[in-house]
């Protein structure tokens, strides 16, 4: 069974850091390429950051952009979204979901194309 599970959601203060993971199981993530996405209460889903099965390409939101770095660690078969300079606005739910595309060498954040989901971990910024 493929299965992508998120960690390190939490409460922290606003410009506070949490760094999120996503590892996956049933399947390695070198072949994907991966993507983080957030859903606050009564709003749409939006698309966070990106990142290329090689490693080699990045995208990120104009929101996040300069506060928030995905990075992926083939030996731990896992993706980590390093999340610094929290604001209240980036409470949500955060989500990582897995595109099948090896050797990709850019990224997409479509959510639509992304195919494998996991159940989300909630970050709360507040004081």
């Known amino acids: 069974q493929l299965q992508l599970v998120e960690s390190g959601g939490g409460l922290v203060q606003p410009g506070g850091s949490l760094r999120l993971s996503c590892a996956a199981s049933g399947f390695t993530l070198n072949s994907y390429i991966i993507g983080w996405f957030r859903q606050a209460p009564g709003k749409e889903r939006e698309e966070i950051s990106c990142?290329?099965?090689?490693?080699?390409?990045?995208n990120y939101a104009d929101s996040v952009k300069g506060r928030f770095t995905i990075s992926r660690d083939s030996a731990k078969n896992t993706v980590y979204l390093q999340m610094n300079n929290l604001k209240a606005e980036d409470t949500a739910v955060y989500y990582c979901?897995?595109?099948?595309?090896?050797?990709?060498?850019?990224?997409?954040?479509?959510?639509?194309?992304?195919?494998?989901w996991g159940q989300g971990t909630q970050v709360t910024v507040s004081s």
């Open positions: 979901a897995a595109l099948p595309l090896p050797q990709s060498r850019l990224c997409t954040l479509y959510d639509s194309y992304y195919r494998i």
């Open positions: 990142i290329s099965s090689r490693g080699e390409s990045t």
